[in-house]
């Protein structure tokens, strides 16, 4: 039996704390938001939820900002949770996809990248790694913000970090075996998705790069599907704005956590697992994911796919220190954006966290008045 903390609670969050809160398996979810608005409510909606299934399980919400590491530190070392589901970013993208810009702002907001905001994202995560060490637990955090980068960054500054990421490749390897069920008429059994990618896979398609091969029956089927119709509009449409689809990427964030915990093993796809660049078909159980890889590719190469995938986001590459290096093209874009910044670095990522602040009411200020 376990404890979850849940750190962030907010669109995806809100989906992780409803999971874990009806999963068996699960027995204390502690959760953790920095205002003190809706944390409490949410909690106890969860805690209600669970008891209409059956289930007793114990639920605390706390009010910390982890800004104070020191506050952080002592709530993990008080609480020792198995794992950490992790979603707390200073703004949600979906704040920037819903606002109000004129198509041309718009336009040079997307090729500023998805990147442009890490800052954001890398932001709470260093603050949580950061708290986990001075706590002195050990626990497997799973991060769901932008993990395909912040996770690569943060293993590589702190020696660890998030055992998992969550979403972006997952969501595109469950497309992908529906798409398969539905053209082979085949049952999910003997159906075999093996898809290496990134963030990017998900967002802009199959022009990013990727390694995807299928079997069925242990025959290869690749050929039979077309990955650039499964990852657009099959079977229906998907609006990916609002607060709904962070059911996926909770889901999957949750999946991650229980594998971790339990003792079967679970073979499937996993975002930065141990600091890797991008997501990869895994076996996660018993506290280890390990890469399963299809035989024609080895790790080195899958790596290499994702590394250059990351430039679909803006990113260059990431350094042994962490630091994350924008592409050229990036750097231009958000030049135009009236924010310079060459790469996020560990030691300057509360100004740029602020600084980018400014920006973004700069922007939003400027697409009212057009
Ligand atoms: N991996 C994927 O596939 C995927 C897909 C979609 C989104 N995401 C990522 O998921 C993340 C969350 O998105 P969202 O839409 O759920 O955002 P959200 O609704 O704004 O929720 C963010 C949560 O983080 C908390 N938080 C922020 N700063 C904090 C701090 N200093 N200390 C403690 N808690 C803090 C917020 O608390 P307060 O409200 O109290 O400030 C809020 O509960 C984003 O990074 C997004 O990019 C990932």
Redesign the pocket.
Known sequence: MSTILV???????GWALEFLARAPGVERVVT????P?S?PSWTTIAMLGSAIEGHTKQFEHRQ????DESAMARLLAEVRPDAIVH????????ILSGAALDPGLRAEVRAATFGMWLPW?LW?AA?LTRAVEASGIDTHVVN????DVVNVAIWRRFGHGPST????LE?CAARVLRYAMAITGRPAAEIDVSLVGSHAL?TRGAVVPHNFRLTVDGADATEQVDLTAALSSWPETINWHGEI??SL?AG?AVKNALALLGSEPLRTHV?SPMGLPGGYPAIVGSGTVQLRLPPTLDEAEAVAINDRAARFDGIERITDDGTVVYTAESRAAMENLGYRCEAVEFDDLARRRDELREVYRRLTSEGQDA
Request: glycine fraction near 14%; aromatic fraction near 6%.
């Open positions: 750190s962030g609670v907010g669109a995806l969050g953790v938001k920095r205002s608005w944390g910390v900002d982890l800004a979603s707390a970013t200073v703004q949600s993208p979906r994202q709470p603050q769901a913000s932008f993990p990421g969550a979403g972006n969501v998900l689809p962070n990427y999957s975002s």
